[in-house]
């Protein structure tokens, strides 16, 4: 069965520190693909990355950074120095096959991670 | 400019009474979807279309309906069965219907009940 779950509910930082979203995920097929979204308070679910199965490199865009590990099944998420600006709860999402035989492009969802960033 | 716009941004539904939440597309995408987020839940798929005139129920498709006339317009209507309405809505759209395809999202619709 397909599942995301996002343990840390909400974390608080201060501005300027490191902070790590974690991000593990259940799937019986081979080939998945992992998301990441960004929800600030207004609302709208912003696209940050998209990951597949048989990449396992790590990639960093600027602040941030990402490490996929298939062993641990995780796809974890980490903010370097930390901005107010970066305050919006963050969603990891999975979805599954090759686009053949009638898979869909469902995403399952964690329940997503709160960060507050202080000033 | 491309993008998905939705509307209303708020939306008052009285008991009994259906409403219809817009969902427009210019990014010539053939897949769109329909999401519900309830507070300190993630997002859960109520229905999606991979292609005009085609569309499939999601995880919590009762008390909910939608059509696909045209490619860049996918309305989701929530009807007097669907219990408990209350929600954000958030409409997406994506190039393709497959697992790979990053899926892109509106500003969405919160819906309250009077």
């Known amino acids: 069965a397909q599942k995301v779950t996002q343990a840390q509910t909400e974390i608080s930082v201060v501005e300027k520190e490191d902070v790590t979203l974690d991000c593990v995920y259940e799937?019986?097929?081979?080939?998945?693909?992992l998301f990441w979204y960004k929800q600030p308070p207004s609302g709208e679910l912003v696209f940050l990355i998209r990951?597949?199965?048989?990449d396992e490199q790590n990639e960093i865009s600027g602040r941030y950074s990402w490490n996929f590990q298939k062993s641990t099944s995780s796809f974890n998420f980490t903010i370097t120095a930390s901005q107010v600006v970066d305050s919006a709860v963050y969603f990891c999402?999975?979805?599954?096959?090759w686009g053949y035989g009638g898979a869909t492009n469902k995403l399952i969802f964690g329940t997503g991670t709160l960060l507050a960033v202080q000033p | 400019d491309g993008g998905i716009t939705q509307s209303p941004k708020y939306l008052f539904r009285k008991e009994g009474q259906n409403v219809t939440l817009s969902c427009e597309q210019n990014?010539?995408?053939?897949?769109m979807y329909w999401y519900r987020q309830d507070p300190g839940q993630g997002l859960r798929l109520i229905y999606y279309?991979?292609?005009?005139?085609?569309?499939q129920k999601g995880d919590i498709a009762e008390g909910y309906s939608v059509s696909r006339e045209k490619k860049e317009s996918f309305p989701l209507t929530v009807t007097s069965a669907q219990k408990n309405p209350t929600a954000f809505y958030l409409c997406?759209?994506?190039?393709?219907?497959?697992?790979?395809?990053?899926?892109?999202f509106g500003p969405g619709t919160r819906l309250l009940v009077l």
């Open positions: 999402a999975l979805s599954e096959g």
């Open positions: 997406a759209s994506s190039m393709g219907g497959t697992p790979q395809e990053t899926q892109y």
């Open positions: 279309s991979q292609i005009v005139n085609d569309f």
């Open positions: 799937t019986r097929d081979t080939t998945y693909y």
């Open positions: 990014l010539n995408h053939d897949a």
């Open positions: 990951r597949n199965s048989f």
